[in-house]
Every structure is written in C-alpha cells, then in structure tokens.
C-alpha cells in the first residue's frame, strides 16, 4: 500500500551543514550531529581566522587559529547542547509559528554565544577577557553578533523550509493518487474475479443442450464442471485472493472448455502446495491461460496444449502460462468467451498495484506457441 510522507519539519531543525546535498544523504542521528557540529565549528574558525588575520598580525597564524577554535567549539556545542535540551520538551517551541518561533531561534544562539564565550575565555585562562564579556557593553555586543548570524542562518534556511514544505505537499498528494489509483485496481481485479463471463455460459449452455440427446452423460457432467465453476467464483469472490482459490477457478474453467474443444485441447497445473496459500493480486492467473486459448490454441486447427506452473523466485513469485498454439500473429476466435480482462488491462493494474516490482513479458517457444511470464513481489502482496 503506498505511504503518504510525513508533514515537513522544521527548517531549523536541520544542521546546518544539510544546507549541502552531500551532507543532507547521511543518515541522521546523535552522532551524526556531533560530527557536523564539530565541523561546523572547525569552519567557522577558519573563516574568523582569515577575517581576523588583518587585525592580529602580531600573533603567529596557528596560534590565532587555535584560540579561534575553542571559542568556536565552545559556543558551538553550548548552542548543540541548548538545543538538543529543549528540543526534547513536549509542545517544544519549534513546533510554534509567529513571535514565539522567531524569539526561541534567537533566544538560544544569544545564549549559547555568551555561555560559550565565558567558557572559551575561562579554558584559554583570560580572566581579563571573560570580566569584559560580562560589561553591559561586552554582553550587548555579543547578542548583536549572535542576532547578525541568527539572521544571515535564517536568511538561508527559510527558502529552504519552503520549498520542502511544497516538495512534501507534492509527494503527499502523489501518493494518496497512488493508494486511490491501487485500490481502485484492486477492486476492479476483484469485481472482475467474482463474475462468469456471460459468453462463456451461454456457449457452455448451449454445448450442454446440444449434447442432451446424443449424450446425456457428457451433458450432465459438463453442467455438473459449470456448477463447480459457478460455486468456486462465488467463493473466491468473497475470500482473500489466493494463489490455490485463483488456481481451483482455472482449472474448472480448463475442465468444461477441455470438455467442450475435446482433443483439441489438453492442459496442466504444477502449482506446488507451499504457493497455493500466497495472497496474490485477484484475476491474476486467469486472464494469461485466458489469452493462450484465445490467441493461441482456439486460431490452430489441431489446438494444442497450456502448461500453469508457478513457482518461488527469492522475494518474487513467478507464474508462467505456456501454450503450443499458433504463436505471435495468430487469429481471435469467441470459444472461450473473455472476461475483459486483457494482458494490457493486466499490465495496467500490475502497475498501479506494484508500481515496477512486477512484470508481464511474452516469449516465443519453439516450435511453437508463446510462453507468458508473470512475477510479482511476495512481499508486497494485495
């Protein structure tokens, strides 16, 4: 069944270094972050160091390298910290919009850079330095800087946000398309499953009236298949689609069209028993021997045989129908009759159902006839 994608998250929630595809592709997690945060910081050292090797050229560039780094990691992972704590509280502030929103996105870097601060200050043992950060003057120029980056972040993460709330939006809408798309198929399967062609009870029928006279005991054990046919369509019509129900209503459908061609029709099912219990799509199997008698055996004079066989491969399940009819390019004929159900009908709902998982193809066999071959994932079943 198709998924629809959850709401889009917050845009804040993401670290920023996902602002890079490359980056966006791992998988998330506590150690993930860590990582990207120390990264992040390491950058952003990098950038003050070449900013700030202007001003300090007295000092060796390594050296200024260094103090920029743990100021860096410091009110780097204050903010990470921060974050992750509060992000944890139910009705979390993320999940707000507006005012409240805005002051939580700015409140936290203001803090996590002045907490940040002090401790740089404090591990690099400039006390001096961490008494002017405390100054009503040292603190209203660290909450201008931390407001700046706050600003130029959300600058850059807001477009964001927006186009993954549409591209989500997008994927939602496709995918409740899709879930309506397979259960409509899946329903016309199962409508289609549950009926007899009436084609093919008139002529059965009419064959039995035919034969009242001459032979009464082919008469009655045809109408005695027809009623068999009649009660498994009832049945399977109100059970869960499997493959053994689908297999039982073929292979009553083979016995009165058997009865009604004579030689000119044989037949046989190899469907091992562990496969009879595997849920598959309804109309499945029917509509492929379906076709071999209609476009195969029915068009050649001397008719001819259909081989039903299914069988496991790995996470797949592969039924193929085998005629030794007249091959590509033969002639319709209304024997026996149709359900409506086409191979291209078939390819149609196989794809709403499975999407690419599954496939119908037809190869020729020597030296004669098609083979029809049907895989569908057993673990995806309808």
């Given amino acids: 069944m198709a998924t629809v994608p959850p709401p889009c998250t917050d845009a804040f929630d993401m670290h920023p270094l996902e602002l890079i595809p490359w980056f966006r592709g791992r998988p998330p997690g506590a150690a ?42 410091c009110i780097g992972y204050t903010i990470h910290v921060l974050f992750a704590i509060t992000g944890s509280f139910p009705g979390r502030p993320i999940r707000r919009s507006g005012l409240g929103r805005a002051v939580y996105y700015a409140a936290i870097p203001v803090v996590g850079v002045i907490v940040g601060y002090v401790l740089g ?105 027809l009623i068999a046919l009649l009660r498994e369509t009832a049945r399977t019509g109100s059970l869960p689609a499997t493959l053994g129900g689908q297999t039982d209503l073929v292979r009553s459908w083979l016995e009165i069209l058997a009865m009604r061609m004579g030689r000119r029709l044989v037949w046989s099912i190899d469907i091992p028993d562990e496969l009879r219990r595997v849920e598959v799509p309804p109309a499945l199997l029917q509509p492929l021997v379906e076709n071999a008698i209609k476009h195969g055996l029915e068009p050649a004079i001397d008719g001819g045989g259909i081989d039903v066989a299914a069988r496991r491969d790995g996470d797949a399940l592969v039924i193929t129908v085998a005629d030794s009819g007249v091959g590509f390019g033969g002639g319709s004929a209304p024997l026996g009759g ?18 690419d998982a599954a496939s119908l193809k037809l190869t020729e066999r020597e030296p004669r006839g098609v083979r029809a071959t049907l895989r569908v994932p057993l673990s995806a079943q309808a």
């Fill in 32 to 73: 993930r972050d860590l990582l990207y945060t120390a990264i992040w910081n390491t950058l952003l050292a990098v950038a003050f160091t070449i900013l700030g090797a202007v001003w300090v050229s007295k000092v060796p560039i390594l050296t200024f390298f260094g103090w920029n780094l743990v100021f860096a990691h």
């Fill in 121 to 225: 200050a404090t591990l690099l043992g400039w006390l001096q330095f961490r008494t002017t950060i405390l100054t009503p003057r040292g603190l209203a120029t660290l909450v201008a800087l931390s407001l700046l980056l706050s600003a130029i972040l959300a600058a850059i993460l807001l477009p964001r946000e927006r186009a993954a709330r549409a591209e989500a939006d997008a994927a939602r809408e496709q995918a409740r398309a899709a879930a309506a798309e397979r259960e409509a198929a899946f329903a016309q399967l199962k409508a289609l499953e549950a009926q007899v062609e009436p084609h093919f009870l008139y002529n059965t029928l009419a064959h039995v009236v035919s034969l009242l006279d001459e032979d009464p005991r082919n008469a009655r054990a045809m109408l005695e298949r």
């Fill in 338 to 355: 149709s359900t409506g159900l086409g191979l291209s009908g078939l390819r149609q709902r196989l794809a709403a159902l499975y999407g």
